[in-house]
Structures are given as structure tokens and as C-alpha cells.
């Protein structure tokens, strides 16, 4: 079945440390998007990309990084700049370069001790 | 910037009950307006999607519509089932790719 996974889907991470979080897509869509979701908030979009080697920043980019190597994934690193990353990361990806019907995965929630 | 907010936070109703969620937009310079479902913990489900030239989208027990003028969206569910129990969140596509997200509202259908 066609899908997005994403990995792990829990995570622990010391307070210093980078960690990566896998987005992988079988859908053949071309724009893939990472999302923080914090309680009380809506979704906020922390980087997309609507083309392999390309992507652009969200409304929440600093503190972040992203490769878009292959179509297929578009992994998130969050690093030690990242003040409060304790939330829980969801990847979308839809067809076309526009935010149009979106597909998520199960998401990845990221806890710093 | 596009606000969009979801009112009730929360609702419960009891099985069988129809009911509507709301969402509002201060931008009406929408492309879309989309209704996702999310379950505790998990990813989000798209439920119904309405292009900017149009009023309403139905998909089953599910319609939407849409009120680009007065900047609301609603989202009626009929016949409510337990397995309806979740949070609905709304977003609204200002651009190609901003999209902007309700903070949603937590259904819990009581059997």
C-alpha cells in the first residue's frame, strides 16, 4: 500500500544532541512538508520542498534542517539550536507543488530529557 | 497572516446525534479549506477538501461547506457513531503552500 513512514516514532534526546527524523514517501508525490504539532496549537509548518534539491522555509525554520536528496525522502534534523523541540513531528506530502489534498504519516514524537 | 479558529474546543454528544463543528478564517483570500481527522497520537486523516469556487463537498456521512465572504467553514456530521470520536482540525490554503491550521475540536460520541 502507498504511504508515508515516518521513524521512530518515539524519541529521546538529550539536550546538545541533533537528531534526525525519517520522512519516507511510495506515493510518487512531489512535495513533501514537515509540521510541529504542539498541544493547544495548530499544525506549524517548518519546511517544505516542491522539488528534489530544493526546499524552502516554514514559519518555524530556525532551529531545523532538511535534505531533499531523492523524491522519496525528505528527512528533518533538529538541532541543538532548536530551543523547545519537544513535540510531535508530522511529515505530509501531496501531489503537484501545491499544498493541495495532503497525505500524513503517523508522525514522530521527540522528547528532550 | 491567515488566523483560523475552531470553536468549540471540545464537544460530546450522544450516539446517533447530528452535530456541526466550526471553523473561521480572517483572510478570505483562500484557495481551499480542508477538514482532517486526527486519532490520539496518530497522523492526519484528510476528510474533505473545498476549492475556493465552491460551497460545499460531501463524502458520506460527512458535508462541508464553505462561506468565503463571511469567512466560515462547517463541517456537519450525520448520525454520529463512537468511531466518529476524534479531533477534527480545518486548514486553510492561502498561497501554494501556506497552509494554515485550526487549533481543532475533540469529539467524543457517547455510545
Known amino acids: 500500500d502507498g504511504g508515508i513512514t515516518q521513524s521512530p516514532k518515539y524519541l529521546f534526546r538529550k539536550e546538545g544532541q541533533n537528531v534526525t527524523l525519517s520522512c519516507e514517501q511510495n506515493l510518487n508525490h512531489d512535495a513533501m512538508y514537515w509540521y510541529r504539532q504542539d498541544p493547544g496549537q495548530g499544525l506549524r509548518l517548518i519546511y517544505y520542498s516542491q522539488i528534489v534539491n530544493d526546499f524552502q522555509k516554514g514559519d518555524i525554520a530556525e532551529g531545523y534542517s532538511v535534505s531533499r536528496e531523492k523524491k522519496e525522502s525528505f528527512p528533518l534534523t533538529v538541532t541543538s539550536a532548536q530551543k523547545n523541540p519537544t513535540a510531535f513531528y508530522l511529515c505530509a506530502s501531496s501531489i503537484g507543488q501545491a499544498a493541495n489534498v495532503l497525505t500524513f504519516g503517523a508522525g514522530s514524537r521527540l522528547t528532550v530529557l | 497572516k491567515q488566523e483560523v479558529t475552531q470553536i468549540p474546543a471540545a464537544l460530546s454528544v450522544p450516539e446517533g446525534e447530528n452535530l456541526v463543528l466550526n471553523c473561521s478564517f480572517t483572510d478570505s483570500a483562500i484557495y481551499n479549506l480542508q477538514w482532517f481527522r486526527q486519532d490520539p497520537g496518530k497522523g492526519l486523516t484528510s476528510l474533505l477538501l473545498?476549492?475556493?469556487?465552491?460551497r460545499e463537498q460531501t463524502s458520506g456521512r460527512l458535508n462541508a461547506s464553505l462561506d468565503k465572504s463571511s469567512g466560515r467553514s462547517t463541517l456537519y456530521i450525520a448520525a454520529s457513531q463512537p468511531g466518529d470520536s476524534a479531533t477534527y482540525l480545518c486548514a486553510a490554503l492561502t498561497g501554494a503552500n501556506n497552509l494554515f491550521f485550526g487549533t481543532g475540536t475533540r469529539l467524543t460520541v457517547i455510545p
Open positions: 473545498i476549492q475556493s469556487s465552491q
